[in-house]
């Protein structure tokens, strides 16, 4: 769905045309994830805003107007899935109904007598993580026994696989849980059989019972969902999956079949004493009208998600066939789950060799979607519903969700496919009779229009390895050293060994030594020359961190030639030189390759008298610490590619990342040995940092010095502007680097006062970019 006019023309030739336009919204294609509220549902909701806004546990008639709201709602939903009114239960969303059914079926089969069986509760692999989770925690508590049904290659269940574990079934009680469509891939589950096959079982032997819950909140709307049909005791619900808002949903239970399960919350008698806590009429009532336009709308829904769905396939398919000639489009696409038994709206592709973040960073302002696998700096995890199918990790990296509404249009759908088909042609990995196409390919992309925040996954250095890994990796690496030539050894003032300084220094003379560092890192801003500025002042920093004067650079360069046109990477260049000349050197070469993302960056070498080198490890008791600049590139980074960031903090953002650290640097040497030690804070955050500060070097000085603590007053520590708006929105604008730091601070002996808030907690921990010196003086 997109907020402006559809595209003259049809048909993606039309879409290619549209790209010249105005720019539009980002065209929605997640309605798996939650669907917008329908303007019938709104206007449904208003008159119990306004006026029928009494408890309808009341008995006057503002509560009797709110009660018959409820129950109209009660009817509305029971019938969108062929129930009673009364086996309806309203509850806030999905999972609470699945905690509800599942801990509650649990609890009323629990043994009577220690050592009876606990129930058997029998589900798969790709079920929702609401029903993992809930599984996951019954099983750690003891109260029920899994047995894990396998998933095919298209990701459905079999029967004969339930009817096999029910066989070998010594219990007497079991509990099966499967859902009735896929999130990721709308795989459609036998769910008609596998719950015959569980009644089966049951009325075989009189002392046995089975009980079938189904989460079908997906399939709501789309399908016809009969629970009479599907033979099911229990089935989930929820609003914001069908065009109600987000905090309703609703359980079905079977009248005279399932037992009273206990009341997931304590309190009063609401929903016939099945679930405590006054109602939300408001959500209610939004939820039953939903299901009435569902089950009204049922049938032309069904065709146009069909027509859509299809439509955005075959678009896709003859987009890459044109743009990708060399490749067979079955070697770089591939469908996830069956292709008929699914949902109509649902089209889950892998694309391989291509990593899916990248794929939806690069379209993000074009297409909005969901990823099936998440690539992390050492390794790609792939989401449990791929990982069950047995999809490889080349395929299994590069997939991507894509869901249509009864919203999406002809134009969205073409827009859509021309928008993924174009950076997958530029993502994946080429053929040697298809390189010399990549040029005709970055030639499309105008070098002045090119944001290049969309051609990365991650930003700037919260792309750093996780620390825990990187510390374990250079750990076994030096113990593995020998013992380095004593005459060479010499020569060297800060290199190997337990050292967390932010370059190596070694001696030429008595009067003078050689630093040397380097730092590269993918974008940081869409900018070209921007994104050079910034990754030259940030190389540059670590030379101003020892205390030394750079001499000389040389470019670090890994460039897509093969999906940015040249003038791209001569900009990043341009500024890199820039910020050189600012600093009073050159850049006198340099090496590249290329890669499947832009990285820039300099190897720098510098001068500094051998007594005059700071170290980042040598502070003092009773020092102060100073910080250079604001923390909150990350977060403010993060918010930028995502369009939150405000004009003011974006350029705020900038000039902080591209400022060197030369001026800090010099005033702080005019103070002599009142400086003790020396850092910059970029990708571990300032919490990262200062740790290193904190630890002793048993190498500095004849005797090991003792370790030392810090006490930081948070609320003291400069941010860059809108940085705490950003983090009260919680973690959706935190890079997962300062996610890993800040669960690295708080495994290495970080303690919070209570009263310290979890955003500034994360701006503590914040991944900086081309971050200020921190000082102990």
């Known amino acids: 769905m997109a907020a402006s006019a559809s595209a003259p023309g049809t048909g993606v030739d039309a879409a290619r045309e549209a790209e010249q336009e105005a720019p539009r919204a980002p065209v929605y294609l997640d309605y798996n994830g939650t669907t917008p509220l329908d303007r019938e549902v709104a206007d449904a909701m208003i008159p119990y805003m306004y006026t029928h806004w009494g408890n309808p546990s009341s008995s006057h008639y503002y509560g009797l107007e709110a009660k018959k709201g409820v129950e109209k709602a009660r009817q509305q939903t029971a019938a969108l899935v062929s129930a009673l009114p009364e086996e309806i239960i309203f509850m806030s969303n999905g999972t609470e109904t699945i905690n509800h059914a599942l801990f509650g079926l649990a609890t009323v089969l629990a043994p009577a007598l220690p050592g009876q069986p606990v129930p058997r509760l029998i589900t798969q692999r790709s079920e929702h993580v609401a029903v993992l989770e809930t599984v996951g925690a019954l099983e750690s508590q003891g109260k029920v026994q899994v047995t894990w049904l396998p998933v095919g290659a298209d990701g459905l269940v079999q029967s004969s696989d339930l009817e096999l574990a029910l066989e070998s079934e010594r219990g007497r009680s079991v509990i099966v849980s499967v859902m009735h469509s896929n999130n990721e891939t709308g795989a459609l589950q036998p769910i008609r059989q596998l719950a015959a096959a569980a009644h089966a079982w049951a009325e075989a032997d009189p002392s046995r019972c089975a009980y079938v819950h189904c989460d079908a909140s997906q399939s709501l709307g789309k399908l016809s969902v009969n629970v009479k049909e599907l033979g099911v005791d229990l089935l989930t619900m929820a609003g914001h999956k069908l065009y109600a808002p987000k905090g309703v949903g609703a359980l079905y239970s079977r009248k005279g079949s399932v037992p009273a399960l206990p009341q997931y919350l304590h309190g009063a008698g609401q929903e016939g004493g099945r679930r405590a806590s006054t109602e939300n009429v408001i959500l209610i009532v ?291 030189q820039s910020k050189c000349t600012e600093a009073g050197i050159q850049i006198l070469g340099g090496h590249s390759v290329d890669d499947t993302e832009p990285k820039y960056g300099l190897a720098v070498i510098g001068l500094v008298h051998p007594k005059k080198i700071w170290r980042n490890n040598t502070l003092r008791l009773g020092d102060a610490l100073v910080l250079t600049k604001p923390l909150g590139t990350g977060i403010l980074s993060t918010a930028m590619k995502r369009g939150a960031a405000t004009k003011a903090a974006t350029a705020a953002l900038q000039e902080c990342m591209a400022t060197l650290n030369r001026a800090a640097a010099e005033c702080a040497a005019d103070f002599g040995d009142a400086v003790s030690g020396v850092t910059d804070v970029t990708g571990f955050g300032f919490l990262g940092h200062l740790r290193e500060m904190l630890t002793p070097d048993a190498e500095v000085g004849e005797k090991p010095r003792p370790q030392l603590g810090a006490r930081i007053w948070a609320s003291s520590v400069p941010l860059l502007p809108q940085v705490e708006e950003l983090l009260s929105l919680g973690d959706a604008m935190v890079p ?35 971050g200020g010196l921190l000082f102990g003086v």
């Not at 390895?465 to 060297?492: C, F, T, Y």
């Not at 300062?738 to 991944?767: C, G, I, K, W, Y």
């Open 736 to 770: 997962g680097g300062t996610l890993q730091n800040l669960l690295m601070a708080e495994q290495h002996s970080v303690v919070f006062e209570d009263a310290v808030p979890t955003s500034l907690r994360m701006a503590l921990a914040d991944a900086q970019t081309s």
């Open 286 to 576: 939004a939820m039953g009208k939903a299901c009435e336009l569902a089950k009204r709308d049922l049938e032309k829904n069904q065709q146009h998600l069909l027509a859509m769905r299809e439509r955005l396939h075959e678009a896709i398919s003859l987009e890459l066939k044109r743009r990708r000639p060399d490749s067979p489009v079955e070697s770089l696409m591939r469908l996830n789950g069956p292709r008929e038994l699914r949902l109509p709206n649902t089209l889950s592709l892998s694309f391989r060799g291509v990593e899916a973040n990248t794929l939806l960073s690069q379209i993000g302002d074009q297409v909005a979607a969901s990823a099936g696998a998440a690539c992390h700096s050492d390794e790609v995890q792939l989401s449990h519903v791929l990982a069950a199918m047995g999809v490889s990790e080349e395929w299994g990296m590069g997939t991507v969700r894509l869901s249509v509404g009864k919203s999406t249009t002809p134009e969205d759908v073409d827009q859509a496919a021309l928008a993924v088909a174009s950076a997958v042609a530029e993502l994946a990995p080429r053929t040697e009779a298809g390189a010399a196409d990549a040029a005709a390919v970055s030639s499309e992309v105008a070098a002045g229009t090119v944001k290049l925040t969309r051609y990365t996954h991650g930003m700037g250095c919260a792309c750093k390895l996780r620390p825990q890994a990187l510390e374990d990796v250079l750990k076994s690496l030096r113990a593995s050293l020998g013992p380095l030539d004593p005459e060479n050894a010499r020569h060297i003032l800060v290199g190997p060994g337990p050292s967390n300084d932010d370059a190596c220094a070694y001696q030429i003379t008595e009067d003078l030594a050689i630093v040397a560092t380097c730092d590269f890192f993918t974008p940081v801003v869409d900018d070209p020359e921007t994104f050079g500025r910034i990754a030259a002042a940030n190389a540059l920093s670590d030379v101003y961190a020892m205390g030394a004067k750079p001499i000389l650079a040389l470019n670090i360069v890994g460039f897509p030639s093969h999906r940015l046109p040249m003038k791209v990477l001569e900009d990043i260049l341009k500024g890199g």
